[in-house]
């Protein structure tokens, strides 16, 4: 699909032309329009630097991975978004659906003063928003499990279902992975919007600068938080990890302990279960009160024992 902005122009007169999961004929359109061969996407997931920007030919050619969601399986997936960026114009090819590419379809639909650099800022700046949002609302996620883990009584832990610790273990794996993502997409803007700003300078005007200065600076601090996140998921990763084996090692005490307590009871059963004639205490009265008195004082015994340590 290809979207050309503004809607009334052609493709060698329009400052952004953006393709959606572009097929052989959506990029045989654009190149006989602009004059010049598009990177495939096999090209755009190159990850060395040479690769991600460099110029030919008087035209900035950009990649960085993006992050979206993926439509059959709803899970995020980085995915790679080209550009192509020269005086007047900015092409951007993309293969997975968001959202803030048709916003800003929307709103440049609002001004006739764009060309291909105001453009491209805008662009970058909605991209640096979308990996905040991200991040924002990982960090939000993880507030909730650490609240759910660290606020809830041991009891309520084991028996809550919105606390199940392999669940929780499994939610927390996957912000690890967003967080993953994000920090490629950041690494990736981090790459390219400096590449511009000091390649292509005499393009930008001042405001330009400024802007993609600023985008520069936000980036910054989102590497930091990025870095924080990262750090809550690994311990949270550990805290729930240690609740599974303290949980683990509950079980084995109470098996312990009923492994403990059964064997006198066997023993004495053992011993008085013989019937060897010369026994002494085969012919006692009480004899069968005396050995079921003995059972029970032998399994209380160690109970209070643990009970005391507070084993259970």
Not at 66 to 76: I, L, P
Not at 259 to 267: A, D, F, K, R
């Given at each position: 699909?290809?979207t050309i902005?503004?809607?009334?122009?052609?493709a060698?007169?329009?400052?952004?032309?953006d393709?959606?999961?572009?097929?052989d004929?959506?990029r045989?359109?654009v190149?006989?329009g602009c004059g010049?061969r598009?990177?495939?996407?096999?090209?755009l997931?190159?990850i060395?630097?040479?690769?991600?920007?460099?110029m030919?030919?008087?035209?900035v050619?950009?990649s960085t991975?993006f992050?979206?969601k993926?439509?059959e399986?709803?899970?995020?997936?980085?995915?790679?978004?080209?550009f192509?960026l020269?005086?007047?114009?900015?092409?951007?090819?993309r293969f997975g659906h968001a959202?803030?590419?048709?916003k800003?379809?929307?709103?440049?639909?609002e001004r006739?003063?764009?060309?291909?650099?105001?453009?491209f800022c805008?662009?970058?700046?909605a991209?640096v928003d979308?990996?905040a949002?991200h991040l924002?609302g990982?960090g939000?996620?993880?507030?909730?499990?650490s609240?759910?883990i660290?606020h809830v009584?041991?009891k309520?832990r084991?028996?809550?279902?919105?606390?199940?610790l392999?669940a929780t273990?499994?939610q927390?794996?996957?912000?690890g992975?967003?967080?993953g993502?994000?920090?490629g997409a950041i690494?990736g803007?981090?790459?390219?919007i400096p590449?511009?700003a000091e390649?292509?300078?005499?393009w930008?005007?001042?405001d330009q600068i400024a802007?993609?200065?600023?985008a520069r600076?936000d980036?910054?601090?989102?590497a930091?938080?990025?870095?924080?996140l990262a750090?809550?998921?690994?311990f949270l990763?550990?805290?729930?990890?240690?609740?599974?084996n303290?949980d683990?090692?509950?079980?084995?005490?109470?098996?312990t302990?009923v492994?403990?307590i059964?064997?006198?009871?066997?023993?004495i059963a053992?011993?008085?279960?013989m019937?060897?004639?010369t026994?002494p205490?085969?012919?006692?009265?009480?004899?069968?009160?005396?050995a079921?008195?003995?059972?029970l004082?032998?399994?209380l015994?160690?109970l209070?024992?643990?009970?005391k340590?507070k084993?259970f």
């Amino acid at each position: 699909m290809i979207t050309i902005r503004p809607s009334s122009a052609t493709a060698d007169h329009a400052f952004w032309i953006d393709l959606f999961d572009p097929d052989d004929s959506d990029r045989a359109q654009v190149e006989t329009g602009c004059g010049f061969r598009l990177p495939s996407r096999a090209d755009l997931q190159e990850i060395e630097s040479s690769s991600r920007h460099y110029m030919d030919k008087g035209r900035v050619f950009l990649s960085t991975p993006f992050v979206t969601k993926d439509a059959e399986v709803g899970v995020s997936v980085l995915t790679p978004v080209g550009f192509v960026l020269d005086q007047k114009r900015v092409i951007t090819q993309r293969f997975g659906h968001a959202e803030l590419f048709y916003k800003l379809s929307a709103a440049m639909d609002e001004r006739a003063d764009i060309g291909g650099c105001e453009a491209f800022c805008m662009i970058m700046e909605a991209m640096v928003d979308h990996a905040a949002d991200h991040l924002e609302g990982i960090g939000g996620e993880l507030d909730q499990i650490s609240r759910r883990i660290f606020h809830v009584s041991g009891k309520a832990r084991r028996t809550s279902a919105e606390t199940d610790l392999e669940a929780t273990l499994s939610q927390v794996g996957y912000l690890g992975e967003r967080i993953g993502q994000v920090r490629g997409a950041i690494l990736g803007l981090g790459r390219i919007i400096p590449y511009v700003a000091e390649t292509v300078t005499d393009w930008l005007n001042p405001d330009q600068i400024a802007r993609l200065s600023v985008a520069r600076q936000d980036l910054t601090s989102l590497a930091d938080y990025e870095a924080h996140l990262a750090n809550k998921v690994q311990f949270l990763l550990d805290a729930v990890l240690g609740f599974i084996n303290i949980d683990q090692n509950n079980v084995v005490k109470i098996l312990t302990i009923v492994s403990v307590i059964g064997v006198p009871p066997v023993l004495i059963a053992g011993v008085y279960g013989m019937n060897f004639k010369t026994m002494p205490e085969l012919e006692w009265k009480y004899g069968y009160a005396y050995a079921l008195v003995l059972m029970l004082v032998t399994t209380l015994a160690p109970l209070i024992w643990f009970r005391k340590k507070k084993w259970f």
